[in-house]
């Protein structure tokens, strides 16, 4: 495999993993403060239909915009439907993810009749950063993206910010961590989730817009294929920490740059392992984080369990 092609894997991860970190630091938000959002998917493709319409005679920032809203309004919906009318998390969730998927494809098919071209929209441009895009392998690769991609970057230090020196960051980890303390010092837990399931939804429309506006051009059926649950599981992986989701992000954009590009090489395997190998890889490592993790929350409970009560005999 040549230098260039592996330039070529390298960009294509890069692509790849954008969207991945911009919706995952979204629900890292969410599950920090002890919420779960399994609508992602639904925001994230309703995000880039709306995105793309938009664009299409507004230009590429309003459609940006326009998906930023689109996210946000389903979050509020969520928000309503779970807090206002005591439905569970889960259902609303996952009744999201269906509104997003069966919404899209029907707006889709007004605008876009059966028999007609699809729409396509101008992308982002790449940027030129001179001498710097000329280094060997990862010069173009990392510094002739898009200003999405870079965006995505900015979002990921900010989040980082937000966490480690911001009254809110320290309200969404102690009310993940305990919302009972949490209520009794003065925060307000259910403020919070739904703030950040605000802030989740946001980042999961924009993050569909990065699908279609970024690299694509236009929109599909099943354009986000999956991407949404591929976020809660690095989320997972990344233990819920910007670094740790903008790095499996980065490992999935990767393994599935690698699986797309490789088919062209010498290396001659069926077509659908290629297609099945970053989900399973991403599934291994999963499972490999999720042990090491329950480990040591384990090892953290037997340290603090009183040496007397260690191997005490309960009665029947």
Partial sequence: MSIELWASILAGAIVLATPLVIAGLGEG??????????GIEGMMILGAFVAVFVASFAGLVA?????????????????LIVYRLGAN????????TMLGLGLSTYLYQLWVPAGQTNVSVPTAPKLDLGPLTDIPLIGPAVFGQSP??????????????VFRFTRFGLQVRAVGS???????????????????????????????????????GAFSPDITAGRGYIVLAIVIMGRMTPVGIAIGALLFGFLQSFSLLAQSTA?????ELYQTFPYAITLLVLVLTSRAALRRHLNRHVR??????RGRTVPA
């Fill in 89 to 96: 998390e889960i259902v609303v969730g996952l009744a999201i």
């Fill in 267 to 271: 290396i001659q395997l069926p077509s």
């Fill in 304 to 309: 603090r369990t009183p040496s007397r009560d």
């Fill in 178 to 216: 305990d919302p009972v303390s949490a209520a009794l010092r003065g925060v307000r837990p259910r403020q919070i989730g739904a703030q950040t399931l605000l802030i989740g939804g946001a980042l999961a429309g924009l993050a569909g817009s990065v699908i279609t506006l970024g690299s694509i």
């Fill in 63 to 79: 459609g940006l915009a326009a998906a930023v809203v689109t996210g946000l309004l389903l979050a509020a919906l969520m928000n």
């Fill in 29 to 38: 938000f969410v599950e920090r403060a002890g919420r779960l959002n399994l």
């Fill in 148 to 161: 999405l991609v870079y965006g995505a970057v900015v979002l990921a230090v900010g989040a980082w910010a």
